[in-house]
């Protein structure tokens, strides 16, 4: 499997947030918003914490 | 329109969390099949099945630890083992080592013992929904 971090982060933020809107939300329109909105929080938040390390040396 | 919880509990089936947790640990999404939730089902079947088979193609370590001297590696096992019998069968069928040279070993390692945490998860909603405690 072709290594990208980006897209393995798509990947497992889209599964995870369908399996918690499932859990959490009872009816079809609340899932979708739920799980649209962890996916968004999933990303971003990666994205953000990213940048933040950046200037940090590894 | 919201359900009441007398409504829920007028299907409860007490009987059937036993056999429903057992199932949602054997298969993902299996509890909720058992409790004729089909969507649930297969959306837990789908997504959690998806994210142990990538994380198994990902080079994931799958070898089981048990013990307190390493309490991580304990913990990150039965976060793993929590998935039931996909991840026995992927041992027995020779993923248990993984790959830790592999770019993709600590992707791998995560998207299993997620996946194995989310089928915890499962489990209780399956418990819950055979207790009438949610639609």
């Known amino acids: 499997m072709r290594a990208s971090h980006l897209l393995y982060l798509i990947v497992f933020s889209a599964l995870v947030s369908a399996v918690f809107a499932t859990l959490l939300r009872d009816d079809l329109r609340a899932r979708v918003r739920f799980a649209l909105g962890a996916f968004g929080a999933f990303v971003l938040a990666a994205i953000a914490v990213g940048w933040l390390m950046y200037p940090f040396p590894g | ?135």
């Open chain 2, 1 to 135: 329109m919201a359900e009441t919880r007398p409504a829920a509990a007028l299907r409860a089936r007490p009987a059937a969390a036993v056999p429903a947790c057992l199932l949602a640990w054997l298969l993902p999404g299996a509890g909720h099949l058992f409790l004729r939730r089909t969507g649930k089902g297969l959306l837990f079947l789908g997504a959690i099945g998806a994210l142990f088979a990538m994380g198994v193609a990902m080079d994931a370590r799958l070898q089981m630890y048990i013990g307190f001297d390493d309490p991580l590696a304990f913990l990150r096992s039965l976060a793993q083992m929590a998935l039931g019998a996909p991840y026995f069968a992927a041992r027995a069928l020779g993923f248990d080592a993984g790959l830790v040279t592999s770019v993709t070993h600590e992707y791998g390692n995560t998207f299993t013992e997620v996946g194995g945490l989310l089928n915890i998860l499962v489990i209780l909603d399956a418990f819950d929904i055979a207790m009438g405690r949610k639609p």
